[in-house]
């Protein structure tokens, strides 16, 4: 199946291909005409500034610059086009690396230090380089990476928002070119969501009494302008107006840089008009859920573009500013900058009441479209069922972060409180990856994307881990102390009140210290948890811990297991009842080339 996703990918890439080649050889053409147009132009207007009889030179010059402006017009909207469908051409590539995990052409991930308190960031490989976030992100804007970073990372499921964003996917789903074009018109956006929320942000400038008494000084300065005119009144106007002035710029002093406030706002308008006009046009389908999500953008009265062509008036107004011959008269007949500057701050206020609304819509259909990306790559992974009852039954279950072509598959069942499976196995042979495979299976259970498994039944969980403990130098953090300390937490969030049972992970319970203590304390926590209401799973190498299952019958046996074929050990990765029968540290070491007593031997049946 992902072979068969690969190909369709290779194929949109070459006709894509294609595409450029021959927008690119339009470019050429362009690029050559504009060269001749100009080439003309020059000797046209040379011809007829020199000619005596110069009309028909005249008129072949304005023909031709005439011909120049189009074609600079016509061929920057043709390069537009091209940066376009490169991008588009990028976005089939990145798709492509996620389904063959090649990372290396993946983009870079967003900076973000997994914090080794939370339940099961660091353990799971949720976030970083390589990692289940980076392989899900197609967002193009911070906060719609941050959102579907969150939904990955949340410690309490709640089963009607998952219900809701899974129906949200499935729609998704199959609007493959809908949720390119969303990421194709966002790309670059990060730092301009930050531009614009911090200009909606900005203060009024214009106190209105100021702009009123402003107004009627204009009109006063009009009446003794027209009074003197017809004779009625002496040249007052020649102080009133003077003064009139003076006062307007000292008031505009107040009021900050109108000019650079408008060109920050003209860029963040262009900017965010490509990709508001872009879900204006209901290409969602008809899907209600979308519809209802999408209603912002549809809503013909407060429609962003609508609100963003106010600005536009305002900007054209404000433009005035760098023409001086047409400046300098506005302002002496009008508080003319005093205008603009009401006019932006109105807008801005419009706007920080119906922005917010737009962009929440954008990020949460950004971190809804990775998801739907993700299952539409994997036509064979599918959305997992809820239930009340606390459970965890997967079929095929597998890892997301293993090539398909080596992954390995696993059924796994667990249901009811206070039960607990204990897998042993040898070195390598998959105890940790299969942790890691239900874990991350609870992640994108509960950020409403689909699983990679044929069928998988869960409870809402609060999820929990204890895989990758790691000792501090700097705060002087033995490695013991720390698993001690990860595991205190775990108790910690399996006695806070909570309406959801704690799914925990474990591997290597107290490594940390030597058997004898190791044997005592794993055994005495293993029993602690099989009397809360939680289910689990650990894996370890103590084979004496297999004997908790004759002691409690809410304890199960599972083991992966290993083979030596000529002089290699050979692992299946296929997840076994029962405990482990063998060990194989000192089949590794001597493999390795290390001295072992033959006396050392062991092999326990």
């Given at each position: ?18 595409r ?10 362009y ?13 046209a207007?040379?011809?007829a ?82 990692s ?60 301009l ?35 003197h ?10 102080v ?32 965010l ?7 204006e ?214 006695n ?49 811990l297999?004997?908790l ?57």
């Amino acid at each position: 199946m992902t072979s068969t996703r690969f190909q369709a990918l290779e194929r949109q890439r070459q006709r894509l291909d294609r595409r450029l080649q021959q927008l690119e050889r339009y470019s050429r053409w362009y690029s050559t005409a504009r060269v001749i147009s100009a080439f003309t132009l020059m000797v046209a207007a040379v011809l007829a500034l020199t000619l005596p009889d110069s009309t028909p030179y005249w008129v072949l010059t304005g023909a031709v610059a005439v011909m120049f402006v189009v074609l600079v017009a016509l061929h920057n909207r043709l390069n537009e086009g091209v940066r376009r469908w490169q991008t588009w051409r990028q976005l089939k590539l990145e798709h492509s690396a996620r389904l063959t995990l090649d990372w290396a052409a993946l983009p870079r991930a967003q900076a973000h230090t997994a914090s080794p308190e939370h339940p099961f960031d660091l353990d799971l490989d949720v976030t970083g380089d390589i990692s289940l976030h980076r392989l899900l992100d197609t967002t193009a804007t911070r906060d719609g990476n941050d959102r579907l970073r969150g939904w990955l990372l949340t410690t309490t499921p709640e089963p009607d928002v998952i219900r809701a964003r899974q129906t949200l996917v499935k729609a998704l789903k199959h609007l493959p070119v809908f949720r390119d074009k969303l990421a194709l018109y966002g790309r670059g956006s990060k730092t301009l969501i930050a531009r614009a929320l911090g200009w909606l942000d900005g203060q009024n400038r214009v106190h209105s009494r100021v702009l009123t008494g402003l107004l009627a000084w204009a009109l006063i300065n009009a009446l003794l302008f027209v009074g003197h005119a017809v004779g009625a009144l002496p040249p007052l106007w020649q102080v009133t107006i003077p003064l009139y002035f003076i006062v307007n710029l000292l008031a505009l002093r107040g009021a900050g840089d109108i000019f650079a406030d408008a060109l920050a706002a003209r860029e963040t308008v262009e900017r965010l008009d490509a990709i508001f006009r872009f879900l204006e046009a209901d290409r969602v389908g008809g899907s209600p859920e979308l519809r209802t999500l999408c209603a912002p953008f549809l809503d013909r009265q407060n429609r962003p573009t609508r609100q963003l062509a106010l600005i536009r008036r305002v900007l054209i107004a404000a433009g005035l500013r760098s023409n001086a011959v047409l400046w300098l008269p506005l302002n002496l007949m009008l508080p003319w900058d005093m205008l603009v500057a009401w006019g932006l701050d109105r807008v801005r206020a419009r706007l920080a009441r119906l922005m917010p609304q737009w962009l929440d819509v954008w990020f949460e259909l950004e971190a809804l479209c990775a998801l739907a990306t993700y299952a539409d790559l994997h036509p064979a992974a599918v959305f997992p069922s809820l239930t009340t009852e606390p459970c965890f039954e997967g079929t095929a279950l597998g890892h997301p972060l293993i090539r398909a072509d080596v992954r390995v598959r696993n059924d796994f069942q667990l249901a009811g409180s206070g039960q607990l499976v204990i897998i042993t196995g040898s070195n390598m042979a998959g105890k940790s990856s299969f942790l890691r495979i239900l874990g991350l299976a609870l992640c994108m259970a509960y950020a409403g994307g689909v699983v990679d498994a044929t069928a998988l039944t869960v409870a809402p969980f609060r999820l929990f881990t204890c895989i990758r403990v790691t000792d501090s130098v700097t705060e002087g953090v033995s490695y013991f102390y720390a698993e001690v300390k990860r595991l205190r937490a775990l108790l910690d969030a399996l006695n806070m009140p909570s309406p959801y049972p704690l799914f925990y992970l474990i591997d290597e319970i107290f490594k940390g210290t030597n058997n004898r203590e190791r044997l005592i304390g794993s055994r005495s926590y293993l029993r602690a948890l099989t009397d809360q209401p939680a289910l689990g799973v650990v894996a370890t190498h103590d084979l004496e811990l297999v004997q908790l299952a004759d002691e409690l019958p809410s304890v199960h046996n599972a083991h992966f297991r290993e083979q030596v074929v000529d002089g290699a050990m050979i692992f299946d990765y296929h997840l076994r009842p029962g405990p482990c029968p063998t060990t194989n540290a000192l089949k590794i070491m001597r493999l390795a080339g290390l001295p072992i007593e033959e006396s050392g031997e062991i092999n326990r049946g």
